[in-house]
């Protein structure tokens, strides 16, 4: 609940206060928090992944290769964002944090609410999908 009122004050304090000391502070927190989620969720992964490849049972090495897919496939999209979480914090202290890469502006804290790790604001993002859209339909993808 403390967390929620927390949010709910950051959200309502002035556009000039934007990427205050508070804030900052806030999402560095928040993104240290889940870069430790992670990396132990990795490391349970990492673990399990280990275990199969120790699963001699050939009765069941269909069902240990899927799982073990399933692993590798969780392992890459956890590294992928641990990376991007890294990332986050490296703006922070570098005073980037917030603003969008594309165009210098405010990503707002609503969007970075929901993703802490965002690089962009709404529309560059907007405009990279659309991008990426038209490029996969250019290759054939869809």
Excluded: W
């Amino acid at each position: 609940m403390q967390a929620d009122t927390e949010v709910q004050r950051l959200l309502a304090m002035p556009e000039e206060a934007y990427m205050n000391e508070e804030q900052l502070a806030f999402f560095q927190a928040r993104l240290l928090t889940d870069q430790a989620e992670v990396e132990a969720h990795l490391e349970e992964v990492r673990r399990g992944i280990a275990d199969n490849e120790r699963s001699g049972d050939e009765l069941d090495r269909a069902a240990v290769e899927e799982e073990l897919r399933l692993l590798l496939r969780q392992a890459d999209r956890e590294t992928r964002l641990l990376r991007k979480i890294r990332q986050a914090l490296r703006r922070i202290e570098e005073g980037d944090y917030g603003y969008c890469a594309e165009t210098g502006q405010p990503i707002g804290l609503a969007r970075l609410m929901l993703r802490p790790t965002a690089e962009l604001c709404l529309e560059a993002k907007e405009r990279q999908e659309k991008r990426e859209h038209h490029y996969s339909k250019l290759r054939g993808d869809q």
